[in-house]
T-cell receptor, first 118, second 114 residues
Framework: AQKITQTQPGMFVQEKEAVTLDCTYD???????LFWYKQPSSGEMIFLIY??????QNATEGRYSLNFQKARKSANLVISASQLGDSAMYFC???????????????FGKGTLLTVNP | DGGITQSPKYLFRKEGQNVTLSCEQN?????MYWYRQDPGQGLRLIYY???????QKGDIAEGYSVSREKKESFPLTVTSAQKNPTAFYLC?????????????FGDGTRLSIL
């Protein structure tokens, strides 16, 4: 079974509008972390935002926010006021605490390709 | 500036040849990782290392080898046993000061078969 599921292969949004990218995860750990990365066409992976499983507040970083619903095991990324430069692949990733807390491996979803239209 | 440097940017391999991808970081991170990315796919973990002189297999280690002789360096060798090596390879590193520390990535190496 997939640990990270991103159900939207592609999404389109108009410039200046908000967009939500979906991510659901599967884990039996109580302590885990969720990350979102952006990958432009050039290939580098850019860290956007982090949410810990025990964090009570939804994470925010500038125009990025995370809609964390623990009971539903979802961690959707919300991008507000989309810009043309936001066009990229977006990956959701999870770190599980299954090795005593010292193992920081990430498991990635397959990604969502976001296209921002002018 | 601190960061991760991967080289070369593009690499071509002949049949039966081993090739080595370089990854160097000056972020003083203990942990380093190698991922493989196929077109339209997410990242899959090949090998990772949490400290010098120690490394573990990831999900797709067959046909690959690594070494970690220095904290700054984590080279990946794609051996002739890897029958489908054409992919985009990404190196990453992270601090071990807490589970919320993100992994920082290099710009990647694109490997193709001649």
């Amino acid at each position: 079974a997939q640990k990270i599921t991103q159900t939207q292969p592609g999404m389109f949004v108009q410039e200046k509008e908000a967009v939500t990218l979906d991510c659901t995860y599967d884990t039996s750990d109580q302590s885990y972390g969720l990350f979102w990365y952006k990958q432009p066409s050039s290939g580098e992976m850019i860290f956007l935002i982090y949410q810990g499983s025990y964090d009570e507040q939804n994470a925010t970083e500038g125009r990025y926010s995370l809609n964390f619903q623990k009971a539903r095991k979802s961690a959707n990324l919300v991008i507000s006021a989309s810009q043309l430069g936001d066009s990229a692949m977006y990956f959701c990733a999870m770190r599980e605490n299954n090795s005593g807390g010292s193992n920081y491996k990430l498991t990635f979803g397959k990604g969502t390709l976001l296209t921002v239209n002018p | 500036d601190g960061g991760i440097t991967q080289s070369p940017k593009y690499l071509f391999r002949k049949e039966g040849q081993n090739v080595t991808l370089s990854c160097e970081q000056n972020l003083n991170h203990d942990a380093m990782y190698w991922y493989r990315q196929d077109p339209g796919q997410g990242l899959r973990l090949i090998y990772y290392s949490q400290i010098v002189n120690d490394f573990q297999k990831g999900d797709i280690a067959e046909g690959y080898s690594v070494s970690r002789e220095k904290k700054e360096s984590f080279p990946l060798t794609v051996t002739s046993a890897q029958k489908n090596p054409t992919a985009f390879y990404l190196c990453a590193s992270s601090a071990r000061t807490g589970p919320n520390q993100p992994q920082h990535f290099g710009d990647g190496t694109r490997l193709s078969i001649l």
